[in-house]
């Protein structure tokens, strides 16, 4: 069975500031891994995705990720964090069945200094 | 476009109480379909699963259950309410065909059992 684990519970970036997002995976075979971002209250939205190709892979709102899979990671990453980003990130990994399960793993809270 | 609809958003329920959340899905046909716990503080738990109509998975033993009675129609239930139940719950949609376009999420519903 997969299983996901980010880290860091809670992070405080400024402004400008670049951000990484930590995130561990197990499976066995060659996963199909997503980055999720919740803001308050509301439904999760699809950042980016990887099953494939090129292992830096470039999402919406700025964002990209690296799929390393000698340390089995997928970190998250942004240049400079705007105010906006503030929310709740989710790093994801699927596996291939009739189900496709996507199993998340508990989040990092990203907070942003003026 | 395909787009899902969760309701209530918001949801107030005493001890012991019925419950009834729904989810339809639209611009998709087949879908697989996904509920989700979100806890205070917590990531997302995988709670049922289905893969067509009357096809129902449960993920963890609980108070809840779910059914699919419409190929775009999910439903969770309960008889009778705990206060554990309190939380967020998303209801999401992948593709039959696999994972290569993730889940798309619901705004979700808070239920609070008081």
């Known amino acids: 069975a997969q299983s996901v684990t980010q880290p860091d519970i809670h992070i405080t970036v400024s402004e400008g500031a670049s951000l990484e997002l930590r995130c561990n995976y197990s499976?066995?075979?060659?996963?199909?891994l997503f980055w999720y971002v919740q803001s308050p209250g509301q439904g999760l939205q699809l950042l980016l995705k990887?099953?494939?190709?090129?292992?830096l892979v470039q999402g919406i709102k700025g964002f990209e990720a690296e799929f390393k899979r000698s340390q089995s990671s997928f970190n998250l990453r942004k240049p400079s964090v705007h105010w906006s980003d503030a929310a709740e990130y989710f790093c994801?990994?699927?596996?291939?069945?009739?189900?496709?399960?996507?199993?998340f793993g508990s989040g990092t809270r990203l907070s942003i200094r003026p | 476009s395909q787009t899902i609809h969760q309701w209530p958003a918001t949801l107030v329920q005493p001890v012991g109480s019925p419950l009834s959340l729904e989810c339809t899905v639209e611009?998709?046909?087949?879908?697989?379909l996904y509920w989700y716990r979100q806890a205070a503080g917590r990531g997302l738990q995988l709670l049922f699963y289905?893969?067509?109509?009357?096809?129902i998975s449960s993920e963890v033993p609980q108070n809840l259950s779910a059914s699919r009675p419409q190929d775009r129609q999910f439903i969770l239930s309960s008889k009778k309410l705990l206060l554990s139940d309190s939380g967020f719950y998303l209801c999401?949609?992948?593709?039959?065909?696999?994972?290569?376009?993730?889940?798309?999420f619901g705004s979700g519903t808070r239920l609070t059992v008081v």
């Open positions: 999401a949609w992948g593709s039959g065909q696999g994972l290569a376009y993730g889940y798309t």
């Open positions: 499976y066995g075979a060659t996963p199909y």
């Open positions: 990887y099953f494939s190709g090129d292992t």
């Open positions: 994801a990994v699927g596996a291939v069945s009739s189900a496709s399960k996507i199993i």
């Open positions: 611009g998709t046909s087949n879908p697989n």
């Open positions: 289905s893969v067509g109509i009357g096809q």
